[in-house]
Every structure is written in C-alpha cells, then in structure tokens.
C-alpha cells in the first residue's frame, strides 16, 4: 500500500490531520492501492473515494462517496478486517443510516461528516 494520495481538502484530508495531532502517524492511500494489495480489483467500484492508514495502530478509515455501493463498501470492510485491519466508514451524515442497516452486526465504526463554511465535521463513532 505505498501510493499517496496529495492531500487537498477533503474528509479525509481533515481525518488525517485529526490523526496527525494526536501525534499519530497516519497517511492517505489511494484506494487503487489498498485494492491492489488485497488482490480483489472488485472491490474498485464500491465508491470508496480514499483511505487514511494509521499503520502502527492496524487502523483504515474509508471515505465513501455519496453515492457509494453499499454492499461492495460492506465487502471492502470484510476484505480489510480479513487482512487484520480494524475499519471505520466515513460517510455523509446523511447516509449514515443506510451505512448502519448494511453492515450491523460487523464489528465497523461509522462516523458521519459534513462540511460546512467552518471545513469538514465529524459525528462521534458509532458502532453498526
């Protein structure tokens, strides 16, 4: 998992900067490079924009988009959590209840976020 994505701003761009000041090391990857790693080039059209990694930690958050496909967010999380990762969703606060009917039951954070004139806000973790 080594490409970078440039940091412009974006959910995760603000996800990692929360990171960075708990004085964790965190980096945003390219979903293309998670895919890759995991070997399921399937997984590229769930609608998984990017990822922040927090490697010492075995933690991925995943940004999805809007209009993202639940069940192949549902199998990226499934796919990661074989590979030893513990996953959190961010999704727009206004899917967040549709992120919760798909994968309850999985042992997933969920946090919404939004934007704002201020920049990007986050809801607490929720487990789904």
């Known amino acids: 998992m080594s490409t970078i994505v440039a940091p412009s701003v974006t959910a995760g761009k603000e996800a ?5 000041l708990t004085g964790r090391r965190a980096s945003i990857v390219a979903w293309s490079s998670i895919v890759g790693s995991l070997g399921r080039d399937e997984l590229m059209g769930a609608g998984v924009d990017e990822a922040v990694l927090i490697p010492d930690s075995d933690i991925v958050e995943l940004v999805v988009t809007p209009s993202c496909d639940w069940a192949g967010v549902a199998d990226s999380v499934a796919a990661l959590q074989s590979a030893g990762w513990m996953v ?4 727009q606060l206004a899917s967040l209840g549709e992120a919760h009917n798909v994968l309850a039951g999985t042992a997933v954070s969920l946090q919404g976020c939004w934007r704002n004139e201020a920049g990007w806000r986050f809801s607490p973790a929720e487990i789904a």
Not at 16 to 20: F, I, K
Not at 88 to 91: F, K, M, Y
């Open 88 to 91: 959190t969703v961010l999704t």
């Open 16 to 20: 990692l900067e929360r990171w960075e």
